[in-house]
């Protein structure tokens, strides 16, 4: 694979020439679409193929489809899918319920995914619900102490994994004590790294086996007073690769994002230094794009490997009868407000 260490979006439902022209040239190793880019399932499907024809290969494809206010793919279309504090408060009456319900939701979830050509999503968030941080994860956590996110994230993964999906569990090591929202500034974790070792980091390190992981953008000052966690090479060499265990392609949260500074290029650049494998951004801006590109290196290496390894998932389908899980699906969602 000669594709270089990036994920690109674009700007519509379609992908213009100029798109066409840089992507080919840039070769990306994968691409990720969002609401502005979807219409149909068939103007969808025909969009990633366009994309992975641009490239010449069979390129990774993402979503940010994690259900309740993170889900680009939306009725009528697409299935109603309650947030991940439903089955938090599922798993606090019946865990082995909750268990199988966010399995089946996740692999219902390929189920849709795969069909329009869909093969890698943004799930499952692994942050702690911490009362009085910013509202940015608050329902979209499966919890607010280590236990059920563990159980949770464990089942969301191995849900989309059956479907041929790859997941990225996010945003490590931990965002659920940001004090802003990443995407409009930088956050700072006041807390003491022997606390974040116990909580915050725990769900990532029992879950350290995932093929894939997104970092936050946000500074603990404890641990490294000057630099967020994705430009921090003590953060990521320290605690994501060797306090937590993981061991798995390490890409960037979105780069466009306000929490960091400097050109798309020194972005980049600092990302990679700092132990980053894969960089993300997100908006679909040329000028951007171009600084981005500026600063990803060809894959190789251990990168080249990890890379490999979340594009074998895409290679194993369990089989899946979807209308009796949605129907099991909904008759455990049901235990919810009983």
């Known amino acids: 694979m000669t594709a270089r260490a990036m994920i690109y979006g674009l700007a519509g439902t379609e992908l213009t020439k100029d798109e066409h022209d840089f992507f080919r040239d840039a070769d990306p190793w994968g691409f990720i679409v969002f609401a502005r880019n979807i219409d149909t399932p068939k103007q969808l499907a025909r969009l990633t193929m366009s994309l992975r024809d641009c490239v010449g290969r069979d390129a990774p494809v993402l979503v940010d489809q994690e259900g309740g206010r993170v889900r680009r793919l939306r009725p009528p279309n697409w299935r109603e899918m309650a947030a991940a504090e439903v089955y938090a408060n599922l798993f606090k009456r019946e865990p082995e319920a909750a268990i199988e319900a966010v399995w089946l939701n996740h692999r219902l979830m390929a189920e849709e995914m795969r069909a329009v050509g ?3 999503d943004c799930v499952p968030c692994l942050d702690l619900r911490i009362p009085g941080a910013d509202a940015i994860i608050g329902d979209r956590a499966f919890g607010d102490t280590p236990e059920p996110i563990i159980h949770l994230g464990r089942a969301a993964i191995e849900g989309v994994q059956a479907g041929g999906v790859a997941p990225i569990i996010k945003h490590i090591p931990g965002h659920g004590r940001a004090d802003a929202d990443s995407h409009l500034e930088l956050p700072v974790v006041e ?13 990532f390190r029992a879950l350290n086996d995932a093929v894939m992981a997104m970092t936050a953008h946000i500074v603990y000052r404890d641990i490294d007073p000057e630099r967020p966690a994705t430009t921090s090479d003590v953060l990521v060499n320290q605690v994501i690769r060797e306090e937590i265990g993981f061991d798995g ?4 949260d979105d780069l466009s994002m306000k929490a960091l500074t400097g050109t798309f ?3 980049g650049e600092a990302s990679i230094k700092a132990g980053c494998d894969l960089l993300l951004h997100c908006n679909g801006d040329p000028e951007e794009m171009r600084g981005v590109a500026e600063a990803a290196p060809e894959f190789a290496g251990k990168a080249l490997e990890r890379a490999l390894a979340a ?4 290679e194993e389908i369990e089989s899946f009868d979807a209308s009796e899980g949605e129907s099991r699906l909904n008759s455990l969602l049901e235990l919810v407000s009983a």
């Open 118 to 120: 869909i093969d890698v």
């Open 191 to 203: 807390e003491e790294h022997e606390l974040l070792s116990q909580t915050d980091f725990e769900p």
């Open 249 to 252: 392609l390490l890409m960037t």
């Open 265 to 267: 290029r020194e972005r």
């Open 311 to 314: 594009e074998a998932v895409r």
